[in-house]
């Protein structure tokens, strides 16, 4: 057993929580609410437990001050992380709760964004104290990203039990849930009322649990920004033989310093990624984490049902081609064979660039919805099928900004830290932004709370009973709309749903 210094009398005087792997004592404001910052969740998946599941934490003796952030995974730095430093040692998590009190309030877990390679739970954007005063306890999550997240490699499959590699992050993630079913109460938590929600490489994650076997019973609702779902997975026999280019001796991998494996990251991450084909550095389908794609599994009702947001931004894939070498009509016209084949003069159809100034926003919108707005709308038409689904569109465009809103920019506007995650902007938010901020904020508690985000001073939402078409708009008003890309998205399920 581990043994902790006895702490301050300053943190003495904190509220303590007694764990399932020792006490923590945290950090309580003037208004009563508390967080506990760099909880362990799980062993360091260091040394022999590189490329492993996760296992519990060693329990510790004593109070553990959880007063700072825990280190962030191996990652390129990531400026708006509060952690002080990076580290294989990083499967922590942070806890944000109201004052102490007697009734069970709802939870919401967060899974970060990043690609899959990278991110943070101290992202100074999903800063929890506006949820813990609305009554949430609000837990952010690290998972493994990169090559210690996601790699699969043929010695990795036959050292696992499981006939399995890959998936690892997931599995953290998983690890995560279950360490809030078995802690959480003692922050005054429900563990019968847990919400994931996420962005972007978060958000796929929710979508992928939704139909993994061992999610069963570990939230009861789901908030997906940004979803990257729907789209085909890479087999584990593909990714694995990819994971070859880092070499073939496991024992040597597992020996390599942090630094110099994640600097062979381009290995597996080409500079432009396939807009229609399979990526192997992030989640794949090694038939025990994720048995099967997404698209057939959710089609064929093979998902946890459960009442669901949904929604993107208008502008998600202007930001994240920036750096790609597409400019001529030419080269538009390669990569739509490369990636739709003999669908691609239907695609051109449906993305039409009549002169070279089109490129650029055909080649953002095309990345938008095959990256995020087909899985927004496939997952909202299947799930209304099941349970209540909420859509949403997210149209503010930040003041004195030409485009947008890029993606992940609403993720401030849902936490409430418009003012701390952009402090240095100019000009400056508006009434406006902070009427949608606070809107924002309300439903996503009032959802973790009932199971519905309708409530005072928001446009009435609809439902499941529009079949996931109808959604809200939060833009300079907000309302209820329909109709966002429709004929784009319906030609990408047409192709999607073709025969291999």
């Not at 997931?170 to 962005?199: H, K, M, S, Y």
């Not at 550095?281 to 048995?291: H, K």
């Amino acid at each position: 057993m581990a043994s902790v210094s006895t702490p301050s009398p300053a943190l003495r005087d904190a509220a303590v929580v007694q764990l399932s792997s020792g006490a923590v004592s945290g950090i309580a404001s003037e208004d009563g609410t508390r967080r506990y910052l760099g909880i362990p969740y799980a062993a360091p998946p260091v040394g022999a437990r590189r490329w492993r599941p996760p296992t519990p934490p060693e329990p510790w003796a004593g109070i553990r001050p959880a007063v700072a952030f825990g280190a962030d995974c191996p990652q390129q730095t990531q400026a708006q992380s509060r952690a002080a430093r990076q580290s294989e040692d990083c499967l922590y998590l942070n806890v944000w709760a109201p004052p102490v009190g007697e009734e069970k309030r709802p939870v919401m877990v967060w899974l970060h964004g990043g690609s899959f390679v990278h991110g943070s739970g101290s992202d100074l954007r999903c800063d929890g104290d506006a949820f813990a005063r609305a009554g949430i306890v609000l837990v952010t999550v690290n998972y493994r990203v990169g090559l210690f997240g996601f790699l699969a490699h043929p010695a990795l499959i036959r050292d696992s039990a499981e006939g399995s590699a890959g998936n690892y992050g997931l599995l953290d993630q998983l690890a995560a849930l279950r360490w809030v079913r078995e802690n959480i109460a003692g922050f005054g938590g429900d563990c019968d009322r847990v919400t994931v929600f996420g962005v972007s490489a978060g958000s796929a994650s929710i979508s992928l649990l939704l139909v993994s076997p061992l999610a069963a019973g570990l939230f009861q609702r789901a908030i997906l920004h940004s979803p990257g779902a729907f789209r085909p997975l890479a087999s584990l026999e593909h990714a694995a033989e990819a994971g070859r280019a880092l070499g073939d001796d496991l024992a040597a991998l597992r020996l390599l310093p942090a630094e110099a494996l994640r600097a062979k990251t381009g290995l597996l991450t080409p500079k432009m990624r396939g807009l229609t084909t399979p990526r192997v550095l992030r989640p794949i389908r090694d038939g025990w984490v994720i048995p099967e794609d997404e698209r057939p599994a959710f089609l064929g009702g093979r998902f946890h049902a459960m009442p669901v947001i949904v929604g993107s931004n208008a502008d998600e894939g202007t930001n994240l081609v920036a750096t790609w070498p597409i400019r001529t009509i030419p080269e538009y016209k390669a990569l739509l064979a490369e990636n739709f084949g003999d669908w691609a003069e239907e695609a051109l159809e449906q993305y039409p660039v009549r002169e070279e100034a089109d490129v650029r926003r055909q080649l953002a919108m095309l990345f938008a919805d095959t990256q995020f707005n087909y899985g927004v709308a496939s997952l909202a038409r299947v799930m209304a099928r099941a349970r209540p689904t909420w859509r949403y569109l997210f149209l503010r465009r930040r003041p004195g900004r030409p485009d947008g809103p890029h993606h992940g920019e609403e993720v401030a506007y849902v936490f409430g830290t418009l003012d701390t995650a952009f402090a240095t902007q100019t000009p400056s938010f508006d009434g406006t932004d902070r009427m949608i901020s606070r809107a924002m904020l309300s439903a996503w508690a009032g959802f973790a709370e009932s199971g519905d985000p309708n409530g005072d001073g928001l446009a009435a939402w609809p439902g499941s009973e529009t079949g996931g078409e109808s959604y809200l708009e939060f833009g300079d008003t907000i309302c209820v709309s329909q109709g966002w890309r429709a004929r784009q998205l319906a030609f990408l399920d047409r192709f999607f749903a073709r025969s291999p």
